[in-house]
């Protein structure tokens, strides 16, 4: 007979949940979430001793109905999607998983980074449109990466891990976090700078910031008025830190020369903002400037395993009676 009750959302994983039945153990119940209603989940979870959460938006009213729960737990480094206050006020931890997939976003950050930076869509594009001529110069002038500046916004795990492979390539870095404690500039060998300034000095900008009433919407139109005039801009982080219409209009007057994003405020872009509108109909202005992936920089075979395991011990842990692991609230 089963002694917990687990609720989980349904996902894009295993339907079986095979990972996380095992690492819950025999003595749990896992079971998906029938509804999808935020106004309903609250009473199937009811009863429930812990809830795991995906993508799905878990809300105050859904929180206030829970009886048992123990820990809410987020696949995944952000947390927006629950209401982690409401669970506050409830006594319900919030714990995320923020470390399963460090290296890969980090990764994909530095891929759009160099892809931009050596044009690699822009030369692309020149040779399956017209192979003749075969020419290095079809996608216009290219600059050298080591010497420029990267600025990179909010210096947490992936920040840090994007800042050590840039230095790698030669690029001078800074970043600006209010967050981050004094000294750990000097033991990166990082240079800490004001906002203004770091927009100011970068030739790339990465963003890396959670997504917060204090970053929603940062990136806008007063923003990118201090950025450097031709910088290119990265956004791995969360898609509603970047007013992306600002972007579009940025980018056309050439304020920005290229953008990366691998998120967007709405996930697909329906309906679609100018800028992707533009993209996707090969308008001459943004060819070769703009690459989006789709939210794929979280995503290697041995990331999702990660991810699923330690959201699974995370829940496994305060069943035990063990303090909620890197709980947000």
């Known amino acids: 007979m089963p002694k917990h009750t687990v609720l989980i959302s349904p ?17 749990v119940e896992l079971r998906p979430f029938s509804a999808t209603d935020p106004a309903t989940l609250g009473a199937e979870a009811r009863d429930a001793d812990a809830v795991m959460v995906w993508r799905m938006l878990f809300p105050a009213a859904a929180i206030e109905q829970l009886r ?53 869509p822009a030369l692309n594009d020149a040779v399956r449109q017209d192979p003749t001529p075969w020419s290095y110069a079809a996608a216009g002038p290219i600059h050298r990466i080591p010497g420029k500046t ?10 840090t891990a994007v800042a050590m492979r840039a230095k790698a390539f030669g690029l001078r870095v800074a970043f600006h976090d209010p967050y981050v404690t004094d ?31 204090e970053t929603r919407g ?45 998120v967007l405020p709405q996930e697909p872009p329906v309906p679609e903002p100018d800028l992707i509108r533009a993209w996707r109909a090969g308008e001459a202005w943004v060819q070769g400037r703009l690459i989006v992936t789709p939210h794929a920089s979280f995503y290697s075979e041995e990331s999702d395993i990660d991810l699923r395991v330690k959201a699974a011990r995370t829940v496994r842990e305060v069943l035990d009676g063990r303090p909620p692991r890197n709980r947000v609230n």
């Open 150 to 159: 990267l600025g990179i916004v909010g210096l947490g795990r992936i920040g």
């Open 11 to 27: 996902t894009h994983m295993d339907p079986s949940y095979e990972i996380e039945r095992r690492e819950l153990g025999p003595d």
């Open 183 to 213: 000294g750990m500039d000097r033991a990166l060998g990082l240079t800490r700078l004001g906002l203004d300034q770091l927009l100011a000095e970068s030739d790339f900008i990465s963003l890396h910031t959670p997504l917060s009433p």
């Open 218 to 262: 940062m990136v806008n139109d007063e923003w990118l008025r201090k950025v450097k005039p031709g910088a290119m801009l990265v956004n791995t982080s969360r898609g509603r830190v970047l007013d992306i219409d600002a972007l579009g209009r940025a980018m056309r007057d050439g304020r920005i020369a290229a953008a990366g994003l691998d």
């Open 68 to 120: 048992r729960c123990k820990v809410i737990v987020r696949f995944g480094v952000g947390y927006d999607v629950v209401d982690i206050i409401a669970a506050r006020e409830h006594g319900i931890p919030v714990c995320n998983v923020p470390d399963y997939c460090t290296e890969e976003v980090a990764d994909h950050a530095m891929a759009l980074l160099l892809s931009l930076a050596r044009r690699i």
